[in-house]
């Protein structure tokens, strides 16, 4: 199963162009949910509203080196490890759902665009990385929402409790188990059988709620984390700090009572 291209299989009941018009479909509902967010949030315009303002407490300017620099640095720490996590668990699960989740949607473009023609041959690699990015973030998203997510973990709320916070996470899981099962049943070829339809529509399903419910859900953040890390580090750089007060020069004392417990009361 992990070596087999499913889609390349679907192909001889689905039209490849389906496939690849269902594709562009997801791209689209992406750039409208995430258009009508940022109209509806107005984020981005107090984003650079704030940046303008911040850059007039500036107390240097920076040069071109400093500032490719600070970008490679933004690019290579805050968003390809997301150190915004810190250095435990939680950054661990998002790092396996992140890389995950990138291996999955990257190979299904590759192997439905260019290897569902008939009797095309996809290379092994392809499979692979899909099958071991949907089970990275299975793991990783199933790690974040059963223990990690601050609900459960801090406010002591039941693991099953759902709200629509969840919808991003919940809707990413679904999509890659339901990918994956589809996948598995259809390589056992169970001729006069129609498990695998069930899991490929329950597939399709999770990835129209995961994408058409970009406005509503959290999915846009990994195109707003980015952006505010970058400017979070030139801020720094250049002394404005986005308008808040230096660090205090005195010890960090804060007393015995703060290593009782690891923080985890937000
Ligand atoms: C393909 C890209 C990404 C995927 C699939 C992804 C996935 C997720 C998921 C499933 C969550 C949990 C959401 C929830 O609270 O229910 C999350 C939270 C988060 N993500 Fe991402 N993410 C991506 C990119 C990024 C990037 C690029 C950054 C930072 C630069 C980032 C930073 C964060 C942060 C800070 C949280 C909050 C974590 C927490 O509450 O513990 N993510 N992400």
Do not use: C
């Amino acid at each position: 199963m992990i070596s087999t291209n499913p889609f390349l299989t679907l192909a001889d009941t689905v039209p490849p162009f389906l496939m690849q018009s269902f594709v562009i479909l997801m791209g689209l509902l992406i750039l409208v949910g995430t258009v009508m967010d940022i109209i509806h949030k107005k984020n981005v315009k107090y984003f650079f509203n704030n940046a303008k303002k911040a850059k007039l407490s500036a107390t240097k300017t920076l040069s071109t080196g400093e500032r490719i620099s600070v970008i490679s640095k933004t690019i290579a720490s805050d968003i390809a490890t997301t150190s915004e996590l810190g250095a435990g668990k939680r950054r661990v699960a998002h790092v396996m759902g992140m890389y995950g989740t990138i291996l999955f949607w990257v190979g299904s473009v590759v192997m439905i665009f260019f290897y569902t023609s008939p009797g095309s041959t996809t290379p092994t690699v392809w499979p692979m990385i899909w099958h071991i990015g949907a089970a990275l973030t299975v793991l990783g998203g199933s790690w974040f929402w059963f223990f990690l997510r601050v609900d459960v973990y801090s406010e002591a709320q039941p693991w099953f409790r759902v709200i629509k916070a969840d919808l991003f996470v919940l809707a990413l899981i679904a999509s890659s188990l339901f990918g994956l099962i589809w996948s598995y049943l259809q390589s056992l070829n169970l001729v006069g059988r129609y498990d695998d339809m069930v899991f490929l529509a329950l597939f399709i399903a999770a990835n129209l709620v995961l994408f058409g419910g970009v406005y509503w859900s959290k999915f846009a953040h990994m195109f707003y984390k980015p952006g505010a890390a970058l400017q979070k580090n030139l801020a720094e750089a250049d002394g404005s700090r986005d308008n808040l007060p230096p660090e205090a020069d005195a010890p960090e004392q804060f007393g015995l009572g703060i290593k009782r417990e690891e923080p985890k009361h937000y």
